[in-house]
């Protein structure tokens, strides 16, 4: 069992206009094979979360901790963040001409693993994920994301989570313009890491239309920074019955 505690989170985004504090005191912890969807309004900070934990230089947490298994996620560099089992998913996977998908999951998992996982049975774990996402082979030659459509792109993130096996996953808007198949299959494999490796999962969305293919265990809404009410699966549905506006004026 694994947990990844966030407490308190205050995070300031560098703009042209100086730092603008985001998040006010986030605070939500995460188990070894939970889902946690957190939902709310544009602007709420949401994605700041997401970039906080992963360790984006732009977003400069000033109080809070984030823990995983009680060591101080904040101390460490990027990578050694991702060798400790955090991944994320991006909402908007950045291209990288020049480096094959091939060559980038093989020296990831090289990296998070700290030894190069043998030829041949990479090529085969490569060859059946891309299989269950539905992806030609060809894929694996093309450059990462370069040229790639939001699908492909998404389904590309979800790959990289298959191969590198993480303690928790953090989905940026994963399902942010899919398409009802591509929404689907990509459900489908986060569905299948949560099974097969108890991974924890916190799930950012604006839509109760993934909620439908990935059942999270809570429902956190987020409205100006921190988290305004917590909930099961239930409170999903009265969000997308009611919105966010009385979250919003309270807020205010």
């Not at 969807?37 to 934990?53: E, F």
């Not at 360790?55 to 400790?84: C, F, Q, W």
């Not at 991944?87 to 700290?114: C, W």
Request: hydrophobic residues 40%; glycine residues 8%; proline residues 4%.
């Amino acid at each position: 069992m694994s947990t990844l505690e966030i407490k308190n989170l205050h995070v300031n985004v560098e703009t042209n206009d100086g730092p603008k504090q985001i998040l006010k005191g986030a605070t939500l912890t995460i188990n070894s094979g939970e889902i946690h969807a957190v939902m709310g309004p544009n602007g709420s900070g949401k994605s700041t979360l997401a970039y906080a934990i992963a360790g984006h230089p732009k977003y400069e947490v000033t109080e809070g901790e984030i823990l995983l298994d009680g060591e101080n996620v904040l101390e460490m560099s990027v990578d050694e963040r991702a060798r400790a089992g955090l991944f994320l998913a991006m909402q908007y996977p950045v291209e990288v001409p020049g480096v094959t998908v091939s060559n980038f999951l093989r020296t990831a998992k090289t990296a998070i693993d700290g030894e190069a996982p043998a030829l041949r049975t990479w090529v085969k774990d490569v060859n059946a994920a891309m299989e269950k996402l539905r992806m030609d082979p060809v894929f694996a030659q093309r450059d990462v994301n370069s040229g790639f459509s939001g699908g492909e792109k998404k389904r590309h993130e979800i790959l990289q989570m298959e191969l590198l096996k993480p303690k928790f996953a953090v989905l940026d808007e994963t399902d942010s313009g899919l398409d009802v198949d591509a929404l689907r299959i990509v459900a489908e494999g986060v569905n299948r890491v949560h099974t097969e490796t108890n991974a924890g999962f916190l799930l950012i969305t604006h839509y109760t239309r993934v909620l439908q293919y990935i059942k999270p265990d809570f429902v956190h809404v987020f409205v100006a920074g921190r988290v305004a009410e917590e909930g099961g699966p239930e409170l999903a549905d009265r969000l997308e019955a009611e919105g966010y506006d009385k979250y919003v004026a309270a807020a205010v």
